[in-house]
């Protein structure tokens, strides 16, 4: 066996300030996240990018949010609340004409900017994790606005997409302005992309924590920092347009009981087996997706389906958002409940198998509320006591963390989401480590993973990871 050395601390570059070491003569790197920079160093230039970034961020965030304000408006004259209450209030064939216009728009649109664009990356997963963190600016304002116009119209997608792209590709641009080396703007665009989520959901911490989970892949302090910096000052500056308040408010303050405790245990494994099914969908929808002019018959067909479906169940339009309030105050019957987790992640599979572009996200989210509602609810006449609205914040952190393959991310953003949920940390943390585990052992794929264009012939790979 080789003996360690006794040198206990690798020499960390930039060198720190107090030169000599405590009176053990410990190193601090040997604390696992004290590590050294690596090639993304934290110079001057690199924090001043990290300030441009979140302003920009923060800024878009606003511009891409009072988009799809204004076409929420001219579509069901929303002015805020809950989106379904204004679909409902529109007459069927309102709701109907504007997803064909919707899908007219998005397919001519997503057409031209695929057909004439095509050489230049707007995916930020690509671009952080298989290439050297360039974005298109262009493309990806382009596909943004598009996305947030077709959402605000009705669109069964996620609008955290667009400014989650649009941080990233700020920080594309920073990073060349700036010259930065190429390690520098990997993680630069991936603080931008976690600070797009962060501000536009004013969730700052699950922002951050997000870009170190999924986007960077580590809690390395190096990385912590400018993730939390950057989420930090795109929340801030957010708030020019945006409420500094909580995205869903007034969620009761709920409290644990044994019964959301052995049902968080149950649901962790049901959760898991569901997610699985749903990344591989979403998997499906994306790899399959209509190209070309086949966009042209896909999204309208798919926008009627969803209007069709509206006409009984307005909740399914937009981003899910107005589901999960239900769920999480518990509103709703148990058909309601069930009618809306099955149909959810089944439209917002349709809209991308039609060619449109927007996040999973907060569908998914959705998903999990609605279906910890349901299946609270049916517990609930076995072992009553526990409000509906308790087993879907369970339900929700559980689906997301375990879609996501970030249990951490997963359950700060609903805590944050929701201003709520810290008196169910163990429930929520017994039920999100299954799900995970679950869809870890059995697939291991993620919505982002599962999202990865197929690989040019010659960088394609020749057998799959672990078989």
């Given at each position: 066996m080789?003996?360690?050395?006794?040198?206990?601390?690798?020499q960390r570059v930039p060198a720190p300030l107090l030169r000599r070491r405590i009176a053990s003569g410990r190193g601090a790197m040997e604390q696992p996240n004290v590590t050294d920079e690596g090639e993304a160093r934290l110079t001057p230039l690199f924090w001043l990018a990290v300030v441009v970034t979140g302003v920009a961020a923060g800024l878009f965030g606003d511009l891409l949010m009072w988009i799809l304000a204004q076409f929420e408006r001219l579509a069901y004259d929303f002015r805020g609340g809950n989106l379904a209450h204004a679909v409902s209030a529109a007459s069927s064939r309102r709701r109907f004409d504007w997803l064909m216009v919707a899908s007219v728009l998005g397919a001519l649109s997503w057409y031209l900017i695929r057909r004439f664009l095509k050489k230049e990356n707007s995916d930020v997963e690509e671009a952080v994790w298989n290439g050297d963190g360039h974005l298109s600016f262009r493309r990806s304002a382009a596909t943004s606005v598009v996305s947030e116009m077709v959402i605000g119209l009705g669109a069964s997608i996620g609008r955290e997409a667009a400014p989650k792209l649009m941080g990233s590709a700020s920080a594309s641009v920073a990073s060349h302005w700036l010259h930065l080396s190429g390690a520098q703007r990997r993680l630069l665009v991936a603080c931008g992309g976690g600070a797009g989520l962060?501000?536009?959901?004013?969730?700052?911490?699950?922002?951050?924590?997000?870009?170190?989970?999924?986007?960077?892949?580590?809690?390395?302090?190096?990385?912590?920092?400018?993730?939390?910096?950057?989420?930090?000052v795109a929340t801030i500056v957010a708030w020019l347009y945006l409420p500094n308040t909580a995205f869903y408010t007034n969620i009761p303050a709920y409290r644990v009981s044994g019964s959301l405790m052995v049902w968080s245990v149950i649901a962790g494994v049901l959760i898991g087996l569901l997610a699985v099914v749903y990344v591989r969908l979403t998997g499906w929808a994306s790899h399959f997706r209509a190209r070309g002019v086949h966009i042209f018959w896909a999204m309208p067909v798919a926008f009627a389906a969803l209007g069709l479906l509206g006409n009984w169940h307005p909740q399914l339009f937009g981003n899910g958002a107005g589901a999960a309030r239900q769920a999480f105050v518990g509103v709703g019957g148990l058909g309601l409940f069930f009618v809306l987790f099955a149909l959810k992640p089944l439209v917002t599979s349709l809209m991308l198998a039609s060619g449109a572009s927007g996040g999973v996200f907060t569908p998914f989210l959705a998903t999990g509320a609605l279906f910890g509602a349901f299946l609270g609810s049916v517990w609930s006449h076995l072992w009553p006591g526990t409000p509906v609205g308790a087993f879907a914040l369970v339900g929700a952190a559980a689906m997301i963390g375990a879609c996501m393959q970030a249990p951490l991310a997963g359950l700060v953003l609903v805590v944050e989401l929701t201003s709520n949920g810290f008196a169910l940390a163990i429930p929520m943390l017994a039920a999100t480590v299954i799900a995970t585990y679950f869809v870890r052992q059995i697939d291991g794929y993620s919505i982002y993973s599962a999202r990865l264009v197929k690989r040019p012939p010659d960088r394609d790979a020749r057998g799959l990871e672990g078989t």
């Open positions: 080789r003996k360690r050395s006794r040198e206990s601390e690798r962060a501000a536009v959901y004013n969730v700052p911490l699950g922002g951050a924590i997000f870009t170190a989970e999924v986007l960077y892949g580590s809690f390395a302090l190096p990385i912590v920092l400018p993730a939390l910096a950057t989420s930090m």
